[in-house]
T-cell receptor, first 114, second 111 residues
Framework: AQKVTQAQTEISVVEKEDVTLDCVYETRDTTYYLFWYKQPPSGELVFLIRRNSFDEQNEISGRYSWNFQKSTSSFNFTITASQVVDSAVYFCALSGNYGQNFVFGPGTRLSVLP | DGGITQSPKYLFRKEGQNVTLSCEQNLNHDAMYWYRQDPGQGLRLIYYSQIVNDFQKGDIAEGYSVSREKKESFPLTVTSAQKNPTAFYLC??????????FGDGTRLSIL
């Protein structure tokens, strides 16, 4: 069975601090995809990144970066120089190679204080 | 613009009443999904459909029903058998190997 764990339920930081959101996953698939989504207070889910299990290169997009460690089954998300607009619930998700068995983690609520 | 449209944004249900939540997509995606989100919780899969005229139960299908008569549409009916329907409902669609795209959600409350 597939499972995604986000151990941090809530995180609060002060603006301009860096923050890392943890994601640990379990799967028996040899090929799979990992995702991060952002859910702002308005409720919609915004796609942030997708990572194939064969691609362990870290990725940076502006203030966002992702660290994929297959050896520890982790796919952590770091926001550098956080801003108030980053306040949201962030979900890590996992799917099989063909998009089946899409599983979301419980989410981490990030509050960035001014 | 292509996207997923959920309606209504807010919905109220009386006891013993069935209500239907609409989800339409013009992304030409084969797969569509319905999730339920309770306050402070993650997403739980209710039903999903990989192709027209076919759908499968997710983790919490009891008290819900769906249909997939058209590729673009995947309506969710919350039946009177669902005893605790108050939640935020999200519809999503995707194609294989690509991320799911989500609608803006419908908030359902009980009167």
């Amino acid at each position: 069975a597939q499972k995604v764990t986000q151990a941090q339920t809530e995180i609060s930081v002060v603006e301009k601090e860096d923050v890392t959101l943890d994601c640990v996953y379990e799967t028996r698939d040899t090929t799979y995809y990992l995702f991060w989504y952002k859910q702002p207070p308005s409720g919609e889910l915004v796609f942030l990144i997708r990572r194939n299990s064969f691609d362990e290169q870290n990725e940076i997009s502006g203030r966002y970066s992702w660290n994929f460690q297959k050896s520890t089954s982790s796919f952590n998300f770091t926001i550098t120089a956080s801003q108030v607009v980053d306040s949201a619930v962030y979900f890590c998700a996992l799917s099989g190679n063909y998009g089946q068995n899409f599983v979301f983690g419980p989410g981490t609520r990030l509050s960035v204080l001014p | 613009d292509g996207g997923i449209t959920q309606s209504p944004k807010y919905l109220f249900r009386k006891e013993g009443q069935n209500v239907t939540l609409s989800c339409e997509q013009n992304l030409n995606h084969d797969a569509m999904y319905w999730y339920r989100q309770d306050p402070g919780q993650g997403l739980r899969l209710i039903y999903y459909s990989q192709i027209v005229n076919d759908f499968q139960k997710g983790d919490i299908a009891e008290g819900y029903s769906v249909s997939r008569e058209k590729k673009e549409s995947f309506p969710l009916t919350v039946t009177s058998a669902q005893k605790n329907p108050t939640a935020f409902y999200l519809c999503a669609s995707s194609i294989p190997l690509q991320p799911q795209h989500f609608g803006d959600g419908t908030r359902l409350s009980i009167l």
